[in-house]
């Protein structure tokens, strides 16, 4: 059972432009959430968090935005760089990080 | 700033062998996180350490597994007997317990066993 899922295994944007990264999740005892960004032959590496208790966090070109009616999360990055191109995973913890699949996100000059 | 170390990066081993894969947090790190990444089942945590004693040992496949963390700047993870499904990356992971969801990755091993 997928308990955090994302959808699009790969997103295309142009340089300059908005990306929107997105993840569901079905576990209501998730409380906090994460997003890693993944280049090849590394290992993840930490970008941005939010608390259950927030609906939204920013830092920087990067925001965390966080549905939990509709339990879903997503990342945007704005403006969006050629150095972003990765793989992005989505985390959810309830006391241990369950991830996503992850989504390979290339920004094109 | 030395990050989470982690050896060997690649291991090539037959079916039926030892295999034991090393990690070395980042310094004054108390939580230490092992994780396998797969095409068929992503990236799942295996076990993890709080100030050296194993807290959650649930994704540990099977008794095949052990992992151990003799000190705080160490930590072990052992596959005996090896067997090809066993192939993937194994990242090992540190954080804070204070922000422990914010976790450090190494590099990871790339495990094949053929």
């Excluded at chain 2, 230490?32 to 799942?44: K, N, P, S, V």
Aim: hydrophobic share 30%; proline share 6%; glycine share 6%.
């Amino acid at each position: 059972d997928q308990q955090v899922k994302q959808n699009s295994p790969s997103l295309s944007v142009q340089e300059g432009r908005i990306s929107i990264l997105n993840c569901d999740y079905t576990n209501s005892m998730f409380d906090y959430f994460l997003w890693y960004k993944k280049y090849p032959a590394e290992g993840p590496t930490f970008l941005i968090s939010i608390s259950s208790i927030k609906d939204k966090n920013e830092d920087g070109r990067f925001t965390v935005f966080l549905n939990k009616s509709a339990k879903h999360l997503s990342l945007h990055i704005v403006p969006s760089q050629p150095g972003d191109s990765a793989v992005y995973f989505c985390a959810a913890s309830d006391s241990r990080l369950t991830f996503g699949e992850g989504t390979q996100l290339t920004v094109n000059p | 700033d030395a990050g989470v170390i982690q050896s060997p990066r690649h291991e090539v081993t037959e079916m039926g062998q030892e295999v034991t894969l090393r990690c070395k947090p980042i310094s004054g790190h108390n939580s230490l996180f092992w994780y396998r990444q797969t095409m068929m089942r992503g990236l799942e945590l295996l076990i993890y350490f709080n100030n050296n004693v194993p807290i959650d040992d649930s994704g540990m496949p099977e008794d095949r597994f052990s992992a151990k963390m003799p000190n705080a700047s160490f930590s072990t993870l052992k596959i005996q007997p090896s067997e090809p499904r066993d192939s993937a990356v194994y990242f090992c992971a540190s954080s804070f317990s204070g922000r422990f969801h914010e976790q450090y990755f190494g590099p990871g091993t790339r495990l094949t066993v053929t």
